[in-house]
């Protein structure tokens, strides 16, 4: 259907994900059950895409959920999704230097700032990263501070460090 969002809500070694995506590709993950996050989900899609009609639908988003199955399983490194991402074009180009950050390593908000030739940035990256759609797929998880610290995620700190412990195991230079 025209207009509506496909959703389902799965399972996973960091708790419940739902996993959003329109008729051009995934769009939103968020760190709950639908029925945790549907006034979150709701005016997410009223701001960004102008409507909220939600349909839950496994077949569409079955390639999604078998990618992660397979990232959660260590199986997979890289995604390869259509993605339908809503954003500032500061923040999508934001969010296309994160899918830059190979799997298992880090990368500073001064360094993506660079990356996108705006080294002044470095607030701005932080906020873009904040407002990244798609976390896990867009691993904004991977970003952490210059002195190397852990900063700030939308699914909190455990979450952050629990993937980038998962993603240092299955890599042959473990040094995250």
């Keep these: ?38 006034e979150i989900l709701h005016k997410w899609s009223r701001k960004l895409l102008g409507h909220e009609r939600y349909i839950r639908d496994r077949a569409v988003l079955g390639q999604v959920i078998e990618q992660l199955k397979n990232y959660f399983s260590g199986a997979l490194v890289h995604f ?35 990356e996108i030739g705006n080294p002044n940035a470095v ?12 976390p896990i797929i867009v691993p904004c998880h991977r970003v952490i501070g210059a002195n190397g ?12 460090q629990f993937l980038l412990d998962h993603e240092s195991q299955y890599t042959s230079d473990s040094s995250v």
Excluded at 123 to 134: C, E, K, S, T
């Design 1 to 38: 259907m025209l207009n509506s969002i496909y959703y389902e809500e799965i399972s996973s070694p960091i708790g419940p994900l739902v996993l959003c995506a329109t008729e051009n590709g995934l769009c939103h993950i968020e760190f709950a059950t639908y029925k945790e996050a549907e």
């Design 80 to 114: 390869n999704l259509p993605l339908d991402m809503q954003g500032t074009i500061f923040q999508r180009n934001v969010w296309q230097a994160l899918t830059t950050i190979p799997y298992g390593e880090t990368r500073s908000y001064k360094q993506i700032a660079e």
């Design 123 to 134: 607030r701005a990256v932080g906020g873009a990263n904040n407002r990244n759609p798609l």
């Design 149 to 160: 610290e852990m900063v700030g995620y939308g699914g909190g700190l455990p979450i952050k």
